[in-house]
């Protein structure tokens, strides 16, 4: 599951990898089909559904094949007092389709035009009203739907306490045609569809928050791309009512320290306790790439931000207990000859900042550390250390 949402807003929703949207703090999730010419299809058993982020912002953009190109739902959080969530669905194809939006979960459903309540409270704002709909109590709409004999006309206002209502709202999307849906605003009635950001000025907003903090420009490509989500998942999950140790710790540890001490205060005692923890040594190549991988699945951008932000960060920069301080304590295979930077990295004596570049063989050493702390690299030479604030040396090349 991917959190989405804004900086400022605790509200947001979760996206699973199939594309559904469960809104926080609502007992509803919205799901989505696509009635193609040949067919309707469902995610959740389409073989051929990818998910991404877009330019690594918490923008989850979920693609499913049809007939001539690909259905796009895209879900991202927009600033508004709310915290609106918006999906996107983009017709990629050369042919038109309907686009099925199914309410799961609700104890309530009305719909006036365009607007759909939900338990009683703000649920959906569609660019219109929907063509046709479909409602079951305690089953799904699927054989319905799916079947062509989803409904016309007025949608009767329904009720269920127990939470078993499944409503499906269809909507015709040409070919090359985006429409939008709001999920959860805090004023419907307010609501312009066309004026709110779009995904692609979500995913520009988010590269500003992103380039704050310690930065590092990795050799890794995929793994440069995994630490950019994973900042973007710790800063939401920090915002959040129930924040974990790992998330907050992580903030602190990339110098996202107002951010950090904010969630501090909405820790368990067994969640400061772990935000307290901190590693007796750097952590093994085998470690990170196990934590890289599964923060790249889509169910794993969010569970493994933390524990990803705390490994890569001991790795570049750890902090001994004497106060030394190892800079890239294992050099990755794939870095051996390739320039790394990394800068303004938060430790309890100052900012840190270090580069290497190489020479043929031997990697040279560039470095701004606080005056008297001692600063070694094992992975680049396990015999060298220096006391100086900064400094270039050229190094052996050879691992601990």
């Known amino acids: 599951m991917t959190r989405v949402g804004v900086l400022g807003r605790p509200r947001g929703a979760f996206v699973d990898p199939t594309g559904i949207v469960v809104p926080d703090d609502r ?146 999307v040409p070919h090359r045609v985006t429409i939008r849906v709001a999920i959860a605003p805090a004023t419907p009635a307010e609501v312009d569809l066309g004026g709110v950001p779009s995904s692609d000025d979500a995913a520009r907003g988010w590269t500003a928050q992103l380039d704050r903090g310690m930065r590092v420009d990795l050799p890794d ?55 307290r923890a901190r590693p007796t040594r750097p952590p093994t190549l085998d470690e990170l790439d196990t934590l890289a991988g599964r923060s790249t699945t889509p169910d794993g951008v969010s569970a493994y931000a933390g524990p990803l932000l705390r490994c890569l960060r001991a790795l570049l920069a750890f902090e001994a207990g004497d106060g030394s301080l190892s800079l890239l304590a294992e050099l990755p295979d794939g870095w051996r000859g390739q320039a790394l930077d990394v800068r303004d990295v938060p430790t309890r004596h100052g900012p840190v900042s270090y580069a290497v570049r190489w020479h043929g063989e031997r990697p040279a050493l560039l470095w701004s550390a606080p005056a008297g702390v001692r600063v070694c690299a094992p992975g680049l030479d396990p015999d060298w250390s220096s006391v100086d604030a900064s400094g270039e040396a050229l190094l052996t090349g050879s691992a601990a």
């Open 221 to 275: 490509a995929r793994l440069t791309s995994a630490v950019r989500a994973a900042l973007a998942q710790v800063l939401l999950e920090a915002q959040s009512a129930r924040p974990g140790g790992d998330a907050v710790a992580a903030l602190e540890d990339w110098g996202f320290d107002a951010e950090a001490a904010d969630a501090w205060r909405s820790l368990s005692s067994r969640s400061r306790r772990r935000a």
């Open 27 to 172: 007992g509803w999730a919205l799901a989505w089909r696509i009635g193609a010419d040949d067919r309707w299809r469902m995610p959740e058993r389409e073989a051929a559904v990818r998910q991404t982020l877009l330019d690594d912002a918490p923008v989850v953009r979920t693609a499913m094949r049809v007939p001539g190109g690909d259905a796009l739902l895209t879900c991202y959080g927009v600033p508004d007092a709310g915290g609106t969530v918006m999906v996107e669905i983009t017709n990629d194809s050369a042919a038109p389709f309907v686009a099925g939006l199914v309410v799961r979960g609700a104890r309530s459903v009305a719909q006036d035009g365009g607007a759909i309540t939900i338990d009683r409270g703000p649920g959906l704002v569609l660019p219109r009203a929907p063509s046709r709909w479909s409602v079951a109590v305690a089953g799904t709409t699927d054989v319905e739907v799916c079947g062509g004999a989803a409904r016309e006309g007025p949608f009767p206002p329904l009720r269920d306490r127990a939470g078993r209502i499944e409503a499906a709202f269809l909507l015709p």
